[in-house]
T-cell receptor
Framework: DGGITQSPKYLFRKEGQNVTLSCEQN?????MYWYRQDPGQGLRLIYYSQIVNDFQKGDIAEGYSVSREKKESFPLTVTSAQKNPTAFYLC??????????????FGDGTRLSIL | KNQVEQSPQSLIILEGKNCTLQ??????????LRWYKQDTGRGPVSLTIMTFSENTKSNGRYTATLDADTKQSSLHITASQLSDSASYIC?????????????FGTGTKLQVIP
């Protein structure tokens, strides 16, 4: 079955450390997204990519970086510059492109916590 | 103030009962509205999507309605089951010329009890 795979499911970060969250999709979707989910808040867009080797900042990109070297993969790095990284991170994809369209499929998330 | 507001924040109902969740939005110009179901610790799953011209859309026991004039949507769940326990998220897309934005509501947490 096609879908989005996020790994790991749980991740712990030490102070000053960069960590990378993996997102792989086999839906052949062009657009991919990273969202952050905090309790009591709606999902917030971190980065999105509409095509290989291209990506755009979302609403809360500071302290994060991404790459899109392959259509199937869109990893997110949480850098040490992100001072409040504890959250649930969701990767998503869409067959539509043309800006921040609504994601059609989500992965099952990575929960990041600070040690 | 969030531009997509959902109510109630949380809800507990007995198995087999019906319930209705509300979504009010202020963003414009409206393009479409989508409802997602999110189980605890999982990613959201799309239930329905409605454009401006659609005022109702069903997916099994889930029926979404849209009133684009009053900027209100509702999600009605019929004959609830324990597996309906989840958060339900309303998402509104605006689209005008080259400008697009997607705004997520904060969700309604539904608990169905035996």
């Amino acid at each position: 079955d096609g879908g989005i795979t996020q790994s790991p499911k749980y991740l712990f970060r030490k102070e000053g450390q960069n960590v990378t969250l993996s997102c792989e999709q086999n839906l052949n979707h062009d657009a991919m997204y990273w969202y952050r989910q905090d309790p009591g808040q709606g999902l917030r867009l971190i980065y999105y990519s509409q095509i290989v080797n291209d990506f755009q900042k979302g609403d809360i990109a500071e302290g994060y970086s991404v790459s899109r070297e392959k259509k199937e993969s869109f990893p997110l790095t949480v850098t040490s510059a992100q001072k409040n990284p504890t959250a649930f991170y969701l990767c998503a994809s869409s067959s539509e492109t043309g800006g921040t369209v609504q994601p059609q499929h989500f992965g099952d998330g990575t929960r990041l916590s600070i040690l | 103030k969030n531009q997509v507001e959902q109510s109630p924040q949380s809800l507990i109902i007995l198995e087999g009962k019906n319930c209705t969740l509300q979504c009010n939005y202020t963003v414009s110009p409206f393009s479409n509205l989508r409802w997602y179901k999110q189980d605890t610790g999982r990613g959201p799953v799309s239930l329905t999507i409605m454009t401006f011209s659609e005022n109702t859309k069903s997916n099994g026991r889930y029926t979404a309605t849209l009133d684009a004039d009053t900027k209100q949507s509702s999600l009605h769940i019929t004959a609830s089951q324990l597996s309906d326990s989840a958060s339900y998220i309303c998402v509104v897309r605006v689209h005008s010329g080259g400008y697009q934005k997607v705004t997520f509501g904060t969700g309604t947490k539904l608990q169905v009890i035996p």
